[in-house]
């Protein structure tokens, strides 16, 4: 079965630091993977996403970058975190044109200090 | 475009009422729409979908939802609602021709259960 893991759980950043924050797929070949920030226990935000290795699409032109260095690896960064940048973030994949339904994440906590 | 709109902030239902959260949507083509839950400081989970077929979709914990292809909505449903239903409830949808596209979420429903 396919499993998804992030790391950290929980993270506390001074403003200004760098950020990483790392997503993984076990199970699945060639996912399609996302990145979201959820505020206030509100709404998803779509960060970027991917349909293959080097491949990224940015919804939001903002101090965060994401790499996808192999199949089912994702990586979240930041060179400068803001306080803005705090929130809920979720990995999620899917495999887009066979079951069409994306698989969350347990998320990663960001507060920025 | 493709968009989906969840009108209701908060539902309050007490325990053993059914319930009903309400999606509407709109895109071109044909819609694959999906309801998901979300527990405090967790990842959605996937509650259920409707791609084809059968317009009455049943789902985990009991929920079921209906797709109204005239109306344009998918509401999520529960006969009988528990207290542990309390959560967060988003609807998505895909456009049928969007390819590998992601799924256009809702901003969510609070659903509270009273006991």
């Known amino acids: 079965s396919q499993t998804i893991h992030q790391w950290p759980a929980t993270l506390v950043q001074p403003v200004g630091s760098p950020l990483s924050l790392e997503c993984t797929v076990e199970?699945?070949?060639?996912?399609?993977l996302y990145w979201y920030r959820q505020a206030a226990g509100r709404g998803l935000q779509l960060l970027f996403y991917s349909v293959g290795i080097g491949q990224i699409s940015s919804e939001v032109p903002q101090n965060l970058s994401a790499s996808r260095p192999q199949d089912r690896q994702f990586i979240l960064s930041s060179k400068k975190l803001l306080l803005s940048d705090s929130g809920f973030y979720l990995c999620a994949w899917g495999v887009g044109t066979i079951s069409y339904e994306q698989y969350f994440g347990p998320g990663t906590r960001l507060t920025v200090t | 475009a493709q968009s989906v709109a969840q009108p209701e902030d908060q539902v309050n239902v007490a325990e053993g009422n059914p319930l009903t959260v309400k999606c509407t949507y709109s895109v071109s083509g044909n819609p694959y729409l999906f309801w998901y839950v979300q527990y405090p400081n967790r990842g959605l989970q996937f509650l259920l979908k409707y791609i084809t077929g059968d317009n009455l979709v049943k789902g985990s914990y009991g929920f079921e939802a209906e797709f109204n292809k005239s109306q344009t909505s998918f509401h999520l449903k529960k006969p009988s609602a528990l207290v542990s239903d309390s959560a967060l409830y988003f609807c998505a949808v895909r456009d049928e021709n969007s390819g590998n596209t992601p799924l256009v979420f809702g901003k969510g429903t609070r659903l509270s259960v009273i006991a």
């Open positions: 199970g699945t070949s060639n996912p399609n």
